[in-house]
Structure formats: C-alpha cells, structure tokens
C-alpha cells in the first residue's frame, strides 16, 4: 500500500493524469530535485508540442518584438526558456504578451531574459492586466444591455403607461390617442 508521502504532484500543466504520480509504483522522471513529472508530461513539457497554437503565436510575437525592440541580439534559447518555464508554470502567454507591451511602452529597464520574471511578477503590472481584463468584460456586457433596452419607445412617453400591463385594451387606446 502507498503511504500518503508516495503521491506527488506532476508538475506539468496539461497532466492528462489527474496530476497525481504515486511515486511507490508508478513511473515518473525528477528533472529538479522536488519536481515530479509522469514520463509522457514531461516528454511534452521539454518538447513544447502541447502548447495550443495560440500560445505559440503569442511566444512568437514576444520574440519578434524582443528582437526589435529590446535586443536584436538577444540569446533565444535563453529567452524559451524563459517563456516556457512561465507557460508550463500555468502563467498565461496573453499575460506575457502583455508584459513586454508594458516593458516596452513605459520604457522600462530589461536587457537580457532572465530579467523579464522580474516584470512577470510585478504587482503593478499585474493589476493593470487585471483592470484591463475587467474594463474588456465590463464594456462587452455593457453592448448586451444596451442591446436589450434597444426597442424604442416612443409610443410611451410616460414611464407610468410604460409599466402597466399590456392588454388588449391598453394597446388600443393608445392608437386612439394617436
Ligand atoms: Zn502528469
């Protein structure tokens, strides 16, 4: 029997295992001390071939603006790594996306890679997505009621006639009136 010490996590976010490795009897590699992975997650991991395409077009788009932008001679293997350690980690890559847009438009100090987790994890930036992420919901739901209050109203100019209930007889002495 496994004792609970033998389950660890499988550290790669897209564990089609349910992320649980029992370590008493199942397989898995440790490619840093304390970090477990089922064989098959790992393999995935390393390869990067589980990235959805939009992943891999936002990593693309930060290498070509890195390039531009940042450092034309920027170390790409460096900066991969970087960026996959974060997408494997859970860390969004429209998040990413919009760091360097940040780096970038507020001039901010970045020379080499490694340097970019410091941006990753700054609280301001971070609530600056977060408000921007809330601003694009709050405006998308704002069009649906608008839509929703589109039907004109013309026929009912005071609110009072507008609440009462529409029967037959209500609609037909407003024609009269008109
Ligand atoms: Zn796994």
Known sequence: M?????????????????????????????????????????????????????????????????????????????????????????????YLVFVLDYVIKHKKKLNYPYGFKYYVDDKEIKTTYDRSKYVKIDQSKFAVEKKEFEPPQKTDPSPLIANKPKGFGSILRHKHKE
């Open 2 to 94: 496994s004792k609970k010490t033998d389950i660890k996590t499988c550290r790669f976010v897209g564990c089609p295992h349910g992320k649980k490795i029992d370590i008493s009897k199942d397989e898995y590699v440790m490619p840093t001390k304390g970090q477990y992975y089922h064989p098959d997650c790992w393999s995935k991991k390393r390869s990067g071939t589980w990235k959805d395409s939009q992943t891999r077009a936002d990593l693309q788009y930060i290498k070509n603006e890195w390039a531009l932008r940042i450092d034309k001679n920027v170390n790409y293997s460096q900066l991969m790594r970087v960026l996959n350690d974060f997408v494997g980690r859970g860390v969004s890559s429209e």
